[in-house]
């Protein structure tokens, strides 16, 4: 195969490169910036690029190919096909909206959210059921955790904590 050189860029194109490489927050796209960046200003070929970067010689082609094809637009990620997401915008603000409730306050039987709860209780609100480590996954995104409910043993008995504290020396002794 005949080696793939790039001519020569222009300061502004190198300049975009080298920002774009600095800036995405896209790993591969830097891999691909520094790609042509090492063809541009290294002049080095395809198979020293792919042992620098760790890609396949072919890989390294392509993206070559394709940035003199379509330029900086080029090296982003295509769309690619696939079902689109079930979660909308008004079930994410539904989902942080009740997790910030109290379940009592909604009269529902229970004290606290738990993942499980909260899709239950969307599912039959919306109609979408997703799953519990979905939900999870939304809350986190959204910058909210469950926690984990603290358990206190408490009793009728008037006495309770006299003998609590009680026990508590004895067994310290």
Same mark, same amino acid.
């Given at each position: 195969?005949?080696?793939?050189?790039?001519?020569?860029?222009?300061?502004?194109?190198?300049?975009?490169?080298?920002?774009?490489?600095?800036?995405?927050?896209?790993?591969?796209?830097? /891999?691909?910036?520094?790609?042509?960046?090492?063809?541009?200003?290294?002049?080095?070929?395809?198979?020293?690029?792919?042992? /620098?970067?760790?890609?396949?010689?072919?890989?390294?082609?392509?993206?070559?190919?394709?940035?003199?094809?379509?330029?900086? @637009?080029?090296?982003?990620?295509?769309?690619?096909?696939?079902?689109?997401?079930?979660?909308?915008?008004?079930?994410? /603000?539904?989902?942080?909206?009740?997790?910030?409730?109290?379940?009592?306050?909604?009269?529902?039987?229970?004290?606290?959210?738990? &993942?499980?709860?909260?899709?239950?209780?969307?599912?039959?609100?919306?109609?979408?059921?997703?799953?519990?480590?979905?939900?999870?996954?939304?809350?986190?995104?959204?910058?909210? &955790?469950?926690?984990?409910?603290?358990?206190? @043993?408490?009793?009728?008995?008037?006495?309770?904590?006299?003998?609590?504290?009680?026990?508590?020396?004895?067994?310290?002794?």
């Amino acid at each position: 195969m005949r080696p793939i050189r790039l001519d020569a860029l222009s300061p502004e194109q190198l300049s975009e490169l080298d920002h774009l490489y600095h800036t995405s927050p896209d790993p591969r796209v830097r /891999i691909r910036a520094l790609m042509i960046l090492l063809c541009a200003e290294r002049h080095l070929v395809a198979a020293e690029i792919a042992a /620098i970067v760790r890609q396949h010689e072919e890989t390294v082609r392509r993206w070559l190919a394709r940035y003199e094809a379509e330029g900086i @637009i080029g090296l982003a990620d295509a769309p690619r096909a696939g079902t689109p997401p079930k979660v909308t915008p008004a079930y994410r /603000i539904r989902l942080l909206e009740l997790v910030r409730r109290r379940p009592r306050a909604l009269g529902l039987p229970f004290s606290l959210w738990t &993942a499980a709860r909260l899709a239950d209780h969307l599912a039959e609100e919306t109609g979408l059921r997703m799953s519990v480590p979905s939900v999870q996954r939304l809350l986190r995104a959204g910058g909210m &955790a469950l926690s984990r409910p603290q358990h206190t @043993i408490t009793s009728p008995d008037p006495d309770y904590a006299v003998k609590k504290r009680r026990s508590k020396t004895l067994a310290m002794s």
